[in-house]
């Protein structure tokens, strides 16, 4: 910042919204536009419309000049997260234009860089930070329309005629209503739900919507219906092709609050805002006189976090929290009317979430597993949480540029779904076949026969799009066939080269997998080496799912020792047991408290908590880092929802335990 304390602000993007922004930092007490960057820097009228500012020849140049300390990210939808990352990795602080980004994935990353770096990130809903937005909240929580029951809010417009031209119409620009305009109904029924409670927002238990999707693909005009657990419902719509009153009603008990164009407030640059309640006959209006311009609000907001040192909005502006909790309910309406944009799938996400070609990296250590011939990372990924491709892509890149390439998919896993995504996400980056481990899985239960593995692997490898696996394992077994059936199936699809390293049991017990081992060495066939056990520093003590095998106790750990076998740990952390989830006075988790409580395991959770204290780390970090350190091959097998949860689990890879700590964590001597 200046001499005088005046955060000096970029603006990358000349559009409508970076004018209206450029008015708001003019009129401001902390702010200074400094420059505006646009890849057009002849375009007539730039100088006119950001007078003061210099104009700079491209968003890299806009993000290394040292004098700039915020930016304001302007450009259409699809470059937000672009641009704030890049512009966070340049050390500036970020004000991004609504929405954040496409998705709740994709936002959440951009606050993930943000903490990391430590500036500040924000979403601008401009609304949120005017004082009759807070005069609104006062007035709900006062109980003057009674018990607050139905809110009803609308933005939407109409264009006139389809336009091919706009980015309105523009499915590769992520045109349509619900994320131009419908995150501002949405992010006001929120507010008032949570003012409800006295708290800052709540999100929705059920999301249900509707649209009209026209000849480009985008929503025309969408509704959405928001049920709260308080009992509250929200209805909400937007339109691009339909022109709606756009008035917020709040209904209660005992009357009804009714503000036209509540995002306007009271204009552009000041003015009277009206808020009406209505009681039956009786209609009082509060009129809220306010002479600074609207975005100046949301300026001098960012302003005030700069200097306090804080990475994001006080209420009522949008936190991070706040931010991601209503794009998930944006993701919710989108999913629920079908709506995907190109740019979203893999044929047209082929970059990392920055723009860049995807390429291995070499921070993950890598290790020699007994059978497979390539390196493999010390930490397998498993995906099968994401909703699509778009969503699971961020984590993947992320996880194999950071040296991650052994990867965890399974037959059953989202009906197929995971194997798809996997598969064009490979050859979407066009990665090397040799350069990642991939790990297949079949014959689950129901259909746990040697005959269906051939049947299945047809189309695991299809989905996949390679023609072999590195790994493979039958995911259940089934004690009332002979093992022999199956090491004879899996052999033969190992002679067919469809497996090119090791086989082995998912949630095999010992004695079917030394049965296993004993019959294709004398049989001549190929001998299974792998297993894909939970193993844990916390022992499971009652199967997760049906047929679930742990491989925790003394007596594994000393087969797994004496034979090499590597584990594929599934479950390495204790599904949330080494967090502030569990606790001997936390009940609430029903898994939790049927799979991992034992005073067994809360003294080695004790163990790892005193230890981690130590380290400096987190007792998840700790229990990590048992895993690793056995004297036999273990590959845990995570899956971290987040960007911020993969970075944070990889984390625990420095971590060097020895003999004596891992003694005392399992026994306390």
């Known amino acids: 910042m200046t001499a005088e304390n005046h955060v000096r602000w970029g603006i990358i993007g000349p559009g409508t919204i970076a004018r209206a922004f450029a008015e708001g930092i003019a009129h401001s007490q902390t702010g200074r536009l400094a420059a505006i960057a646009t890849r057009n820097p002849d375009k007539p009228g730039l100088s006119e419309a950001f007078p003061g500012a210099k104009v700079v020849a491209g968003y890299d140049a806009l993000l290394r000049d040292p004098e700039i300390d915020a930016v304001y990210i302007a450009v259409p939808h699809v470059g937000h997260a672009e641009w704030a990352i890049k512009a966070i990795r340049a050390g500036k602080h970020v004000l991004v234009e609504k929405p954040m980004a496409l998705s709740a994935f994709d936002a959440d ?18 609304y949120r930070l005017h004082p009759q937005t807070a005069k609104l909240v006062e007035l709900v929580k006062s109980g003057v329309v009674g018990d607050v029951r139905i809110i009803r809010s609308s933005f939407g417009f109409n264009m006139g005629s389809f336009k ?4 309105l119409f523009n499915g590769d620009m992520a045109g349509g209503g619900i994320l131009d305009v419908g995150g501002y109904p949405v992010s006001m029924a929120r507010l008032i739900a949570g003012a409800v409670e006295g708290r800052d927002f709540v999100e929705p238990k059920t999301v249900a919507g509707a649209a009209h999707l026209g000849q480009s693909g985008v929503d025309e005009w969408a509704s959405a219906v928001l049920k709260f657990e308080n009992g509250i419902v929200a209805e909400v719509s937007c339109s691009i092709m339909a022109q709606q009153d756009n008035t917020l009603r709040i209904i209660g008990s005992k009357g009804r609050i009714e503000v036209k164009d509540f995002w306007f407030a009271s204009g552009r640059h000041g003015g009277a805002g009206r808020i009406e309640i209505i009681k039956g006959d009786e209609r009082e209006t509060i009129e809220l006189e306010e002479k600074r311009y609207l975005y100046s609000f949301e300026v001098d907001a960012v302003g005030e976090a700069i200097r306090g040192g804080r990475g994001e909005f006080s209420w009522p502006g949008m936190t991070a929290a706040d931010s991601l909790g209503n794009l998930r309910v944006l993701d919710q309406w989108r999913a629920s009317v079908g709506l995907e944009y190109a740019v979203e799938t893999a044929a047209r996400r082929s970059t990392n979430i920055t723009g860049g070609k995807v390429r291995l990296g070499s921070g993950i250590p890598k290790r020699q597993i007994p059978g497979v011939a390539k390196e493999a990372s010390a930490i397998s990924l498993g995906f099968e949480f994401f909703p699509n491709f778009a969503a699971a892509s961020l984590t993947m890149d992320a996880f194999y540029e950071a040296g991650g390439n052994v990867f965890d998919t399974a037959y059953v896993y989202g009906a197929g779904k995971t194997e798809k995504i996997f598969g064009d996400w490979h050859t979407s980056r066009q990665v090397p076949r040799e350069e990642f481990v991939l790990i297949g899985k079949g014959a689950h239960s129901p259909l746990c026969y040697p005959d269906v593995i051939a049947r299945q692997l047809d189309q695991s490898l299809d989905r996949l799009k390679t023609d072999y696996v590195d790994v493979y394992f039958m995911h259940r077994d089934n004690p009332d066939i002979p093992v ?13 080269g469809r497996i090119r390293g090791i086989f082995g049991g998912s949630n095999w017990s010992r004695e079917r997998m030394d049965a296993a081992i004993t019959y294709a060495r004398k049989n001549g066939k190929t001998v299974p080496g792998a297993l894909s056990n939970n193993f844990s520093l916390a022992e499971m003590l009652d199967p997760i799912w049906a047929g679930c095998v742990a491989a925790s106790d003394d ?4 087969w797994l020792t004496e034979k090499q076998m590597p584990n594929f740990a599934w479950s390495s952390q204790g599904r949330g047991f080494f967090t502030d989830r569990a606790g001997r006075d936390k009940q609430d988790d029903e898994e939790l408290v049927r799979v991992w409580y034992s005073e067994r395991n809360f003294e080695r959770r004790d163990r790892a908590i005193e230890l981690a204290g130590k380290l400096g780390r987190h007792p998840i970090h700790v229990a990590l880092a048992y895993v690793i350190a056995q004297p036999f091959p273990v590959i845990p097998l995570i899956g971290p929802r987040t960007v911020g949860e993969l970075e944070d689990s990889l984390s625990a890879l420095d971590i060097r335990l020895s003999p004596e700590q891992i003694r005392w964590l399992e026994n306390g001597s």
């Not at 990353?109 to 990130?121: L, P, Q």
């Not at 022999?484 to 067919?496: I, Y």
């Open 109 to 126: 990353v951009i606050f993930h860089e943000a903490k990391k770096a430590g500036v500040f990130a924000g979403e601008g809903y401009m």
């Open 164 to 167: 091919p031209e706009h980015r």
């Open 484 to 496: 022999g059936e199956f090491v004879d199936a899996m052999d033969a699809e190992v002679r067919r």
């Open 555 to 558: 007596d594994w750990k000393a």
